[in-house]
T-cell receptor, first 115, second 111 residues
Framework: AQSVTQLDSQVPVFEEAPVELRCNYSSSVSVYLFWYVQYPNQGLQLLLK??????LVESINGFEAEFNKSQTSFHLRKPSVHISDTAEYFC?????????????FGGGTRVLVKP | KAGVTQTPRYLIKTRGQQVTLSCSPI?????VSWYQQTPGQGLQFLFEYFSETQRNKGNFPGRFSGRQFSNSRSEMNVSTLELGDSALYLCASTEQGTEAFFGQGTRLTVV
């Protein structure tokens, strides 16, 4: 079985400041990793994913995440946040080559960007 | 392509009743998964359907059931509703591989 831990449940941050959201996972098999974002009263939107290749992945809106196999982590960063980044962020994993699409999510991190 | 569509967006039901939620996946996607989101338990996997067959199942009581039709649309049913079933129910569709696309969810309130 897999498990995902997001170490911070809430992160307040000032506009234009950097932010880091921490994610650690546990799995006996190889996994794919994802970050999803959820805005109020909305579903989940994929922010970025790590499947293979370069361990640093980037999104189109300035977020990046780095896969660290030895530390089983997939932390999300943004060098300068905007008010519009206020949302809840979820880290998730899925078994590689699994028969099915069962995502295991972390508990989420609420980011509140203050002006 | 149209996204994942869930209906209805909001529902209020009374304890003991049953409810059916609907999910239309992205055209061409054959896998549909359901998740329950609550403040206390977070996002939990309910079940997944692929080509009309349940492929994976989470750890929920038998009151939660689902099905998938030949056009890949899926429904989930909750019978004998309890207050604790109040949640946001999210549906996700997947073509192949791993990227799941989520609908906006159905918010169920049980009173």
């Amino acid at each position: 079985a897999q498990s995902v831990t997001q170490l911070d449940s809430q992160v307040p941050v000032f506009e234009e400041a950097p932010v880091e959201l921490r994610c650690n996972y546990s799995s006996s098999v190889s996994v794919y990793l994802f970050w999803y974002v959820q805005y109020p009263n909305q579903g989940l939107q994929l922010l970025l994913k790590y499947l293979s290749g370069s361990t640093l992945v980037e999104s189109i809106n300035g977020f990046e995440a780095e896969f660290n196999k030895s530390q089983t982590s997939f932390h999300l960063r943004k060098p300068s946040v905007h008010i519009s980044d206020t949302a809840e962020y979820f880290c998730a994993v899925i078994r590689r080559k699994a028969a099915g699409n069962k995502l295991t999510f972390g508990g989420g991190t609420r980011v509140l960007v203050k002006p | 392509k149209a996204g994942v569509t869930q209906t209805p967006r909001y529902l209020i039901k009374t304890r003991g009743q049953q409810v059916t939620l609907s999910c239309s996946p992205i055209s061409g996607h054959r896998s549909v998964s359901w998740y329950q989101q609550t403040p206390g338990q977070g996002l939990q996997f309910l079940f997944e359907y692929f080509s009309e067959t349940q492929r994976n199942k989470g750890n929920f009581p038998g009151r939660f059931s689902g099905r998938q039709f030949s056009n890949s649309r899926s429904e989930m049913n909750v019978s004998t509703l309890e207050l604790g079933d109040s949640a946001l129910y999210l549906c996700a569709s997947t073509e192949q591989g791993t990227e799941a696309f989520f609908g906006q969810g159905t918010r169920l309130t049980v009173v």
